[in-house]
T-cell receptor
């Protein structure tokens, strides 16, 4: 049973370019979460999505960042016009749906974004 | 706003020593609490979780944690650490729960180094 998959694992972008980070949740999971870990900081929540819906985007920067989780395919975190401050590890997590669930989130290996 | 505080940034122990990592949270509602571990170069893994019932919860690899509601604490313990426990440990609380999921709010992490 494959875990949460993220690709690419490492991504290098120049300032001003776009970064696209992909996340495939675990089989049977319909909730996806994105977190960011900046150097020397803990993980910070960015966005919570279900299929075709953004449930909570309170942690997303107001500009340049967007996320989607289409009906088919992986969830995408998109960063437009990247700046050096976007350099971080981006983690995706997924969880199941249904009543009585444990709200347990399973994490992927992360994508390390470096902006040069 | 909800927050999680971990008391120690870096803990150094010798093998066989006992471990206790502090975690306090500020959230007035019903809480779901977690400890995650991140081994060097790996993704986050769930150590243990508390949702309800017995406030002393046991997790994997000999770890346990005690939920003390009156102190808003959820400290992690292990009676005897091993070199392989060297990792970063994150305490987390789940924020408002809606649509059967919710964002994790993490503490800043505690880096544990165990000397052989």
């Amino acid at each position: 049973n494959a875990g949460v998959m993220q690709n690419p694992r490492h991504l290098v972008r120049r300032r001003g370019q776009e970064a696209r980070l992909r996340c495939s949740p675990m089989k049977g999971h319909s909730h996806v979460y994105w977190y960011r870990q900046l150097p020397e900081e803990g993980l910070k929540f960015m966005v919570y999505l279900q299929k075709e819906n953004i449930i909570d985007e309170s942690g997303m920067p107001k500009e340049r960042f967007s996320a989607e989780f289409p009906k088919e395919g992986p969830s995408i975190l998109r960063i437009q016009q990247v700046v050096r401050g976007d350099s971080a590890a981006y983690f995706c997590a997924s969880s199941r749906s249904g009543t009585g669930i444990s709200y347990e989130q399973y994490f992927g290996p992360g994508t390390r974004l470096t902006v040069t | 706003a909800q927050s999680v505080s971990q008391h120690n940034h870096h803990v150094i122990l010798s093998e066989a020593a006992s471990l206790e990592l502090g975690c306090n949270y500020s959230y007035g509602g019903t809480v779901n609490l977690f400890w995650y571990v991140q081994y060097p170069g790996q993704h986050l893994q769930l150590l243990l979780k508390y949702f309800s019932g017995d406030p002393l919860v046991k997790g994997i690899k000999g770890f346990e944690a005690e939920f003390i509601k009156s102190k808003f604490s959820f400290n992690l313990r292990k009676p005897s650490v091993q070199w392989s426990d060297t990792a970063e440990y994150f305490c987390a609380v789940i924020g408002p729960i809606y649509n059967q999921g919710g964002k994790l709010i993490f503490g800043q992490g505690t880096e544990l180094s165990v000397k052989p």
